[in-house]
């Protein structure tokens, strides 16, 4: 995409496959504490290929079966309706998320590659182990290896969090976000858009234990919908959003 500036930028486009509530979770700790979430479940699926106790939770529910269902915590305040649908409205460009999924799966690799290793010379004194590892061990004492040493293994395949990525604008007929950046995992695969818990939950956070309670949202934003953003919400919005740019002044003007 492109800026206000004429500045190119790059997004990746997430979309939300029917993301509805599904249930709101009160748990009482043993500290006398209560813990309260919102069960979100997105991503319609086959009654056949789904489970009897999960079609009975999605019948309760009043929803289709779904893929994937998560569990968001939230305030004693923030607890939404069962049933209730999600927009794409849920996210206001300009704020930060953080992208959730599972990374592509490399299969074995060397440690090189794993791990950025430097290997051994690639000239003069090494026989035929110029992408080896070298040394892994230690001497008697020890005598052994110890457990998380960096070698080769199977690369990939994990759970990866991209902080921090900025949403430079939403499509509310078509349930589009455009974050700016790269997130984690293969072309379709499913991931979990949050709000950034360490550029806006933490800053929040910080502020009220020092007893100042405005907000702390990101520049150009004016406020998050609360408790969500639901179709309704987005009804009264334009289609597009744009998110202003974050520039102060364009990169083809000269500088003074």
């Known amino acids: 995409m492109w800026d206000d500036h004429g500045a190119r930028l790059p997004v990746t486009v997430l979309q939300l496959e029917n993301c509805q509530v599904t249930a709101n979770v009160t748990t009482v700790r043993k500290d006398q504490s209560e813990y309260h979430a919102v069960q979100v479940a997105a991503s319609d699926r086959s009654a056949k290929n789904t489970t009897k106790q ?33 927009s794409a409205a849920h996210f206001v460009p300009g704020q930060y998320v953080d992208v959730i999924a599972n990374s592509i799966g490399k299969g074995f690799q060397g440690a090189m590659k794993r791990w950025n290793f430097k290997g051994l010379r690639a000239s003069h004194g090494v026989s035929k182990s110029h992408r080896s590892a070298g040394s892994t061990g230690q001497h008697q004492d020890p005598g052994r290896i110890w457990p998380g040493k960096k070698m080769a293994g199977r690369m990939g395949g994990k759970r990866i969090t991209t902080q921090n990525l900025a949403v430079v604008r939403i499509d509310t007929a078509l349930d589009l976000i455009f974050v700016r950046g790269c ?66 002044q364009s990169p083809f003007t000269p500088r003074d």
């Open 54 to 86: 999960m079609l009975g939770h999605f019948k309760r529910a009043g929803v289709l079966p779904k893929r994937i269902v998560k569990e968001f915590a939230v305030t004693p305040d923030a607890h939404v309706p069962v049933g209730t649908t999600l």
């Open 183 to 248: 997130v984690p995992g293969i072309d379709d695969a499913h991931v979990m858009i949050r709000d950034a818990k360490k550029r806006m939950v933490s800053l929040s956070r910080a502020h009220q234990a020092k007893g100042l309670y405005e907000k702390v949202l990101p520049k150009g934003v004016v406020d998050l919908p609360f408790p969500a953003g639901t179709q309704e919400l987005a009804q009264t919005l334009p289609p597009v959003v744009v998110a202003p740019s974050t520039r102060v």
